[in-house]
Nanobody, 125 residues
């Protein structure tokens, strides 16, 4: 089992930056890919970014490429999402997710078994 706790969400003006964190605990000695998803009011949850255990492989949804960066620190069991040039359409609850995966496998998994409780990001225009 892996427990995930997100933090860092807040209200920010358009064009600003935020860094979200997701701390993992539990069975963290096994390799697992981690990802960020988001869900805006009235919309389905969407994939945002993912990173392999090794940190060498990442993936992003097109709408955040060149603005968001996912990274991880395995010594701290933490994954980060650096969000720059934020837009009002980035407003959503951001969720951290994880699942077991080879250390350098494609982190964009078809299923994530572990989820955090979410953190609210609001971008004002």
């Amino acid at each position: 089992q892996v427990q995930l706790v997100e933090s860092g969400g807040q209200m920010v003006q358009a064009g600003g930056s935020l860094r979200l964190s997701c701390a993992a605990s539990g069975r963290t000695f096994s390799p697992f890919a981690m990802a960020w998803f988001r869900q805006a009011p009235g919309k389905e949850r969407e994939f945002v970014a993912a990173i392999s255990w090794s940190g060498e492989r990442t993936g992003y949804v097109d709408s955040v490429k060149d603005r968001f960066t996912i990274s991880r620190d395995n010594a701290k069991n933490t994954v980060y999402l650096q969000m720059n040039s934020l837009k009002p359409e980035d407003t959503a609850v951001y969720y951290c997710a994880a699942n077991w995966s080879p250390p350098n496998g494609d982190p964009r998994l078809s299923r994530y078994d572990y989820w955090g409780q979410g953190t609210q990001v609001t971008v004002s225009s």
